[in-house]
């Protein structure tokens, strides 16, 4: 097969060559930074938050009128969830992972630091956290119920002990010793001391810099009147469960509202729901463009055929095969998608140093070129097959026909 | 001429329906993809209050620790402390000022069938609403003497107004939260607000507020507001001990009428920290912001750099597409060249035979214009759907859908241009061989 008269008739009609290989060019350099973005925001989903999300959900409960006792509701509405056919555990808590709201501070390791060793959120809950979380402790204990300390948001005091995520105790003591260590909570407040170690537990906050720093604190800890509460059913039965929570609190006590009863899969969908969103429409982008690609190549070839209609019956009169003709179309498009390409490759490193410079996105790793070269190639080598098994088909007496 | 190029133009494009189609679809794709996402970006970016904007300024002062800054640019905190809100509050020096913060209260509902529901309410001062301008209904804003005195009375919006009381004038009616009576004094009306651009703490586009209270009367309260709270060193236990503590917990605007304003506000918040260096505060070097409403919204980012993103990429299909469209045309175009020899050897002159073949691109850029704007409302349609928070932003105007049009138009003459000049350049002779 000679490249060269390809060439020379390609050199005929530089413009059209042009223009198809800077679409080419265009879509490889949007279609690498874009299929990099989505897989970007593909691992953040991902991420684990460490909890038990499937059997998991949450909600609030504000009290109203003068004299409510928010603490000794919130007694005796745990005793009330925890008695509640189809839950596994209930605990009170300040917050949960992913929720977007919540207590973060800072922890040291001497008092008065100037500045604070790493930082965390702190989650507050009592004996049966850990449990109704889901969390796995991997070294240490958990904490006793004598240990839970009844404070609130205006008065939160410093735990005297503490569970620390795993991400946590290795940024505290890199040596793998904090079980038994003592941190501070506060400037110069008094110490708390590591009993537990769980394996994982993000932060409320998806684009925090310390996502899987957390402490547990055994406290009760109500905000204002309010009080929230994290229950993990049975396999299976959380749907259930959460059907009849709300009427079964008001009955307990109906002087208060059952705020929105959210299941913690709920609280994952919506954190991330800005990074689906992104994904979603840089896909439906995508596919537009590779269709678009696919479309112009398949209108360009066709054009092309109908052009040369008499070279190529004049080519088959003097001995080409139908199968030289295909391949001579196959052939002419792999040169100009080739050229695109090397000049969308280029391109698709200064799209990405550009988002690097703009954004503080990362760099595009080097294999998306090579990949995007592949499946480019691929979508013209099939766009211009319709074309050029059309123009196979020419036979071999148009060449001589004058009209 | 003109309606008989019109009428060759649309002939021209049922003789190749596939190609038309592929190229109309082609410029609706890319117009479609352009402006769904320029809408939301322009929505988003667009002066909530043109009319004052550079006259509203958000008060920074840096109070933060004196071992790190605030944020890492080295910007002062985005909020106030309790003590900074209400000094500032009390000297009065700017034309207009309203600290404030927001707070999560129980509504208890006279009305039997209204079940207790949790209401969100702008803690804040008379001048909020001389400042921001929502319209009003029923009643007016609270007075100066209301706030000095700590008064529990309310201002209602609109949406709250009906589930209360259907929508009746309900001022000096009472609302009862958390066991204390409020009256009302004023009701809002429907206050259609793009960004909550006055409380950018929890994400720009949050729910607005259902109520409106005192300042000095939600305080006495000693609830905690339910927006962000930060603290570089502890506050201690107790809300006394709150109050007087470092943590920013508070918004503060300020209405400065002039420049000079601006500048006389500038120096008197430096002095005032100045002031409080001497009592041991304020332990960081000066650095006091008096960002106006725009200037505040782009350094909180309000147009989030994601949509910045799908704004560029958005841009990025619709050259593709034109580029697309040009190479058909050009093919469709040197088609014809028989017919242009044709009409040139008839004593058409290539003005005339541009004009032709620019009018057939226009029409192609306008059926396209129609379909991409079609396409658009979809496009917006699926923005809402996929961004819950964005429904305020993700809407046509007669400016979008005007500039959808024209940008369609523009771009299909733009690739036909070339084209087009092909085409006029047919030498008849060379056509009129057999």
């Not at chain 1, 702190?122 to 402790?137: E, I, P, R, S």
């Amino acid at each position: 097969m000679e490249i060269r008269p390809i060439f020379s008739a390609l050199m005929r009609s530089k413009v059209s060559m042009i223009l198809i290989g800077l679409q080419v060019a265009l879509t490889l350099a949007i279609v690498c930074n874009a299929l990099f973005i989505i897989s970007e925001r593909l691992d953040r989903m991902d991420r684990p938050s460490g909890m038990n999300e499937a059997d998991t959900f949450w909600f609030g409960s504000t009290g109203f009128g003068q004299g409510f006792d928010v603490n000794g509701v919130q007694q005796s509405d745990l005793q009330l969830l925890r008695r509640l056919p189809g839950v596994a555990a209930a605990t009170s808590v300040l917050s949960v992972p992913m929720s977007g709201g919540g207590w973060s501070t800072g922890i040291s390791l001497q008092p008065n630091q100037r500045t604070s060793t790493a930082s965390t959120a702190m989650y507050a809950t009592d004996a049966q956290g850990l449990d109704t979380y889901g969390v796995k402790l991997v070294a240490g204990r958990n904490f006793k119920q004598e240990e839970v300390v009844a404070r609130s948001i205006n008065d939160r005091g410093v735990p005297s002990v503490i569970i620390v995520t795993r991400a946590l105790a290795d940024a505290l003591f890199p040596g793998g010793d904090a079980i038994g260590k003592q941190v501070y909570l506060e400037n110069d407040g008094p110490t708390s001391t590591i009993i537990g170690i769980v394996e994982r537990a993000q932060t409320p906050w998806m684009g925090s810099d310390f996502i899987e720093n957390a402490t547990f604190s055994p406290s009760y800890m109500p905000y204002g009147t309010s009080t929230r509460f994290l229950v993990r059913a049975e396999p299976g039965r959380r749907d259930e469960v959460m059907k009849t929570i709300e009427q079964k609190m008001q009955e307990a006590n109906p002087s208060r509202i059952i705020g929105r009863l959210r299941s913690i899969e709920q609280v994952r969908r919506e954190a991330y729901s800005g990074d689906r969103a992104m994904a979603i429409i840089l896909g439906v982008v995508i596919a537009a463009l590779l269709a678009i690609t696919a479309l112009g190549i398949v209108g360009m070839a066709s054009f092309w055929v109908a052009q040369r209609t008499k070279q190529i019956g004049t080519r088959r009169a003097l001995g080409a095969t139908k199968f030289d003709i295909l391949r001579y179309f196959q052939t002419e498009n792999f040169i100009i998608t080739t050229l695109g390409l090397v000049a969308g490759g280029v391109l698709a490193y200064a799209l990405s140093l550009w988002l690097m410079h703009a954004y503080q996105s990362p760099r595009l790793p080097w294999y998306y070129v090579p990949v995007g070269f592949l499946c480019l190639w691929m979508l013209g080598q099939l766009a211009v097959l319709g074309p050029a098994l059309r123009a196979s088909r020419v036979p071999p007496a148009v060449a001589t026909r004058s009209v | 001429m003109f309606t008989y190029y019109l009428q060759l133009g649309l002939r021209s494009l049922k003789r190749n329906p596939i190609l038309t189609a592929l190229m109309v679809v082609g410029i609706a794709l890319g117009i479609a993809a352009s402006m769904t996402t320029l809408t939301v970006m322009h929505l988003m970016g667009s002066d909530p209050i043109p009319w004052k904007s550079d006259k509203l300024h958000y008060v920074q002062l840096d109070s933060w620790s004196p071992d790190e800054p605030a944020n890492d640019d080295g910007s002062p905190p985005d909020q106030v402390t309790y003590r900074d809100a209400t000094a500032l509050m009390e000297a009065a020096k700017a034309d207009k000022q309203a600290a404030m913060f927001k707070l999560v209260l129980p509504v208890q509902p006279e009305n039997p069938e209204v079940k207790p529901f949790q209401s969100l309410v702008r803690v804040t001062y008379t001048d909020f609403f001389g400042m921001f301008e929502p319209p009003f209904q029923y009643g007016g804003p609270w007075d100066r003497k209301q706030d000095t005195e700590h008064a529990r009375v309310l201002v209602l919006s609109k949406d709250v107004n009906e589930k209360l009381f259907g929508g009746q004038d309900s001022v000096g009616k009472t609302v009862r939260m958390n066991g204390i009576d409020y009256s009302v004094v004023g009701v809002l009306d429907e206050w259609k607000l793009r960004s909550k651009y006055y409380d950018l703490t929890n994400g720009a586009f949050s729910d607005p507020e259902e109520m409106y209270m005192p300042f000095t009367t939600a305080v006495d309260l000693k609830q905690r507001g339910s927006g962000n709270n930060n603290c570089w060193r502890s506050p201690g236990n107790g809300w006394e001990s709150y109050l007087e503590s470092e943590c920013v917990w508070m918004q503060m605007w300020v209405q400065l009428d002039s420049p000079a304003r601006l500048a006389e506000y500038h120096s008197f918040l430096d002095n005032y920290v100045n002031e409080q260096k001497k009592l041991g505060r304020f332990q960081r070097p000066l650095n006091n912001r008096l960002l106006d409403v725009n200037q505040w919204m782009a350094d909180q980012r309000v147009v989030s750099s994601d949509v910045q993103v799908q704004t560029g990429l958005g841009f990025a299909f619709l050259a593709v597409c034109l580029v697309n469209t040009i190479g058909l045309l050009l093919a469709k175009f040197t088609r014809k060249a028989g017919e242009v020899g044709l009409r040139r050897a008839l004593g058409a002159s290539r003005r005339e035979v541009f004009k032709q073949f620019l009018i057939e691109s226009g029409v192609i850029g306008l059926s396209g214009g129609l379909l991409g704007l079609l396409l658009t409302g979809l496009g917006l349609l699926a923005i809402r759907a996929l961004y819950t928070e964005y429904r305020t932003v993700a809407s046509l105007d007669w400016t979008m859908v005007l500039t959808t049009i024209v940008l369609a138009v523009a771009s299909a003459l733009l690739a036909g241009l070339y084209p087009t000049w092909r085409a006029c350049r047919v030498q008849p002779a060379a056509q009129l061989k057999v």
